[in-house]
């Protein structure tokens, strides 16, 4: 192998193909970039033996071959490297890769090359072109919803399945329990792509997809066990396997509570959030919950513990219900607001430690499902002690 070829054009890619291979632990070649000088392209190829990463970069190729290259070292070294036009060489007999670029020249050991793992190629039929800003910012909204705990099986994946109202219907939904989101739109070629059945995508993959993901268009596949996504140039694409657990019903427990949603609370949102910020403070590592007091025109919201104090707020409000109280988690919460832009949104109650449905005017193709909790009040002041205060 023998090219040139300009920092600037492929350290992007580098970044990418190192983020997705083992740092330390494993067989060698999981830690390993594969460089691959064909045509007038270099292919920056890397897998962590689930998730693969391809990209192809012009560049002027003089020799062609293969290296493998120890991923960590080599992408460190191309981050702190100046811009500019490099050298990359390779002595296949000793085994060893030269980097050079003006007077600066280094010397890294390469990978036997027969460990090369042959990555699955994008299928080449059954292709929707999509947007890449999109789909990231559904993965921003429900990441929240599905569970970090590798222990809950389905419920560390991303469910996109065909709605039910109309042909072109998508639902993207995560559920972990104790919350549920769930995003909607419209569009032909990804609801022809789906199968029947839906597909699931686990958590760890979306994470790393979402530092992929550019703002511009992507082309989607879905092949019988792996998805796939690749810029619509051709340039970049990355890979993962599907899963095949068993995700839970979601529309049957939607429709097991949302007829009892007869109480309405709605609020400011940001106005919510600076007060829920505030009342935080005086949470503890125990007890992160604040209690919601409903009135038609003013929700109060309260915190006490006896450590750190007591918190009080009030904020007007537009509520219509029977149920006069009930208890958040601050943190949760808090959260979950984060993931709406609408200005007011509405909190729709079935009961005092039943789910509630958050929505926004502005967020039409959103809404999330969260519990309320149910705690002990601690003992505060005595009305003695505070006349003393």
């Known amino acids: 192998m023998y090219l040139r070829i300009f920092k600037e054009d492929i350290i992007d890619g580098i970044m990418k193909a190192t983020s997705i291979i083992s740092q330390k632990a494993g067989a060698a070649y999981l830690r390993t970039l594969w460089l691959k000088a064909e045509d007038d392209k270099l292919e920056i190829l890397s897998t962590d033996s689930n998730m693969e990463f391809i990209g192809k970069y012009k560049s002027n ?112 939904c995560g559920f972990d329990v104790e919350n549920m989101g769930l995003y909607t739109l419209k569009d032909d070629g990804i609801f022809n792509l789906i199968p029947e059945e839906g597909l699931l995508i686990p958590k760890r993959y979306l994470v790393e997809l979402r530092k992929w993901l550019t703002p511009g268009e992507i082309e989607l596949s879905i092949s019988s066990d792996r998805f796939f996504i690749r810029t619509q140039d051709l340039s970049e694409s990355i890979s993962f396997p599907l899963s095949f657990e068993e995700f839970t019903d979601y529309r049957q427990i939607l429709d097991s509570f949302s007829a009892d949603l007869k109480s309405c609370l709605k609020v400011n949102r940001k106005e919510l959030m600076d007060a829920l910020d505030r009342v935080l403070i005086f949470s503890t590592e125990f007890n ?18 006896v450590e750190t104090g007591e918190a009080n707020e009030v904020l007007g409000c537009s509520y219509k219900g029977d ?23 509405s909190i729709y109650l079935s009961g005092q430690v039943r789910p509630c449905k958050i929505t926004g005017k502005d967020d039409p193709n959103y809404f999330v499902v969260t519990m309320p909790v149910e705690i002990q009040e601690e003992t505060y002041y005595t009305e003695e002690e505070e006349e003393q205060i």
């Open 61 to 172: 190729i003089l020799e062609k071959g293969l290296v493998g290259v120890e991923g960590k070292k080599f992408s460190d070294l191309m981050r702190k490297l100046k811009p500019g036009e490099i050298i990359f060489k390779a002595d296949q007999e000793k085994n060893i890769f030269f980097i050079q670029q003006d007077k600066r020249r280094y010397k890294i050991p390469t990978t036997e090359s027969s460990w090369f793992p042959e990555l699955t190629a994008f299928p080449p039929d059954n292709n929707v072109l999509w947007s890449g800003e999109m789909l990231k910012e559904i993965i921003d909204k429900l990441s929240f919803s599905i569970s970090d705990d590798d222990t809950m099986g389905s419920m560390t994946c991303m469910k996109i399945s065909r709605g039910l109202e109309t042909e072109s219907e998508v639902e993207f």
């Open 288 to 305: 992160k919950s604040a209690v919601f007091v409903l009135g038609k025109d003013e929700v109060g919201i309260d915190s006490t513990a």
């Open 323 to 345: 149920i006069s109280e009930l208890v958040f988690n601050i943190k949760s919460l808090l959260e979950i607001l984060g993931h709406f832009t609408s200005e007011e949104i």
